[in-house]
């Protein structure tokens, strides 16, 4: 936003020489910044607001908007009739997240009974398109009545640490129990996003299944491995003390679970608990993308697993929460998790570099949780440093 300071200064210049004013630079960031309407409505199967309030707009959402080209986020609340304004902002692609919560008296209004923890959000318009040659408002439309997630991916660790060649073992994914409850990972999976440039193929627009080759699940019988509110959970590739190998890297020894591939020459440290493989179609450990991967943690039925071909078909409805990262964040059409799931991506992350993705703190929780709007680009931030079962904002552990 270096454009503001300098057409505050132009304003607040009442006599400039003509010189100045026919120079190029000023004038033309001047016609860049505009004004957009913005309008938000209900498009969900279940016409929420249709029938609570006889109109399908939806007053007093919260909506977020990233420049693709500038990376500087908006955010904006709706006002009664549902409009809100985007002032001062650039043509161009925004990422877009818009949520509004329903309460539990306007839940049951429109299904029969109360539940709290549901929002209506923008689960299949990722990105819009703000054009300054376009007068009519833009409309932002919420499709979809969601859960909040309990569970979130809070952390991927998976680009490698420096100075240490191509050492790779000590990725890991975190998990986080953003709930007031007390959980159970027992039984829970987390698969890859599968897609093959070289085959073509990519499922990206597949609002029915998540397609994977590698998909491993929690050990336990159901209230085994409890996780408590605020609670971090790793599940690392190897679970040692990276550092032996690889000075810039990690102490994993003490983490929660590892990936034990039992038909491979892979590493199994006794005090740490392994997690288990449904299915991975190749290689001698688990092992996910250094610069670009999807992956999502789901309660899929594991007595009943949907194959095609030599993939596993885990069902969107049983995805608890999603995560991409991409080489480059502006390169949205190279996403390959459904964008229903996560509408954005982190990364922009190096190989070899030893930085992690990891979840931002959520500004309106009174107790300390993650941000979690289904929107990597906005949810998620890049740091120096690996953060094993604590978080960034915690200091050094
Ligand atoms: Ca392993
Ligand atoms: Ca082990
Ligand atoms: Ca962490």
Request: aromatic fraction near 10%; charge should be negative; charged fraction near 25%.
């Amino acid at each position: 936003m270096r454009i503001v300071p300098l057409l505050a200064a132009f304003a607040a210049l009442p006599f400039v020489g003509c010189d100045f004013l026919v120079g190029e630079e000023e004038p033309r960031a001047a016609e860049r910044l505009k004004t957009f309407e913005l309008i938000v409505e209900d498009a969900s199967d279940a016409n929420a607001f249709e029938q609570i309030y006889g109109s399908s707009r939806v007053p007093f959402a919260t909506i977020t908007l990233k420049s693709v080209s500038l990376q500087n986020t908006y955010t904006l609340v709706a006002d009664s009739t549902g409009t809100a304004r985007l002032e001062r902002a650039i043509s161009d692609d925004y990422v877009v997240t818009a949520r509004r919560p329903l309460s539990p008296d306007e839940y049951e209004a429109v299904f029969g009974f109360a539940s709290p923890h549901h929002t209506l959000v923008n689960a299949s318009q990722g990105i819009v398109e703000l054009r300054a040659d376009v007068a009519d408002p833009l409309t932002i439309r919420l499709d979809d009545i969601r859960a909040d997630a309990p569970l979130l991916i809070s952390e991927i660790y998976a680009c490698g640490p420096p100075d240490a060649g191509l050492y790779y073992h000590d990725k890991y994914v975190e998990v986080f129990n953003n709930s007031d409850s007390t959980l159970y990972l027992d039984g829970l999976t987390i698969a890859r996003v599968y897609n093959s440039s070289y085959l073509g193929l990519n499922y990206v627009d597949d609002s029915e299944f998540v397609h994977s080759k590698t998909v491993w699940y929690f050990p336990g019988d159901g209230d085994d491995y409890p996780i408590e509110p605020g609670e971090f959970v790793v599940c690392a590739e190897d679970g040692m003390d990276h550092r032996i190998n690889a000075p810039e890297s990690v102490d994993l020894s003490g983490v929660s679970f590892e990936f034990f591939k039992n038909d491979a020459p892979d590493v199994d440290n006794p005090g740490v608990p392994n997690m288990l493989m449904l299915y991975q179609s190749s290689g001698y450990d688990w092992l996910i993308g250094g610069e670009k991967e999807g992956l999502v943690i789901a309660d899929m039925a594991l007595d009943s697993v949907i194959w095609r071909d030599d993939q596993i078909l885990v069902p969107i409805s049983t995805v608890i929460d999603g995560v991409e990262y991409l080489d480059d964040v502006t390169e949205l059409d190279e996403k390959t998790l459904y964008p229903g799931v996560d509408a954005g991506v982190t990364g922009g992350i190096e190989f070899y570099t030893g930085k992690s993705m990891e979840r931002i703190v959520d500004p309106t929780a009174t107790e300390f949780r993650l941000r979690d709007q289904n929107n990597s680009s906005l949810d998620f931030t890049v740091i120096e440093d690996p953060t094993p079962e604590w978080h960034y904002t915690q200091g050094d552990q």
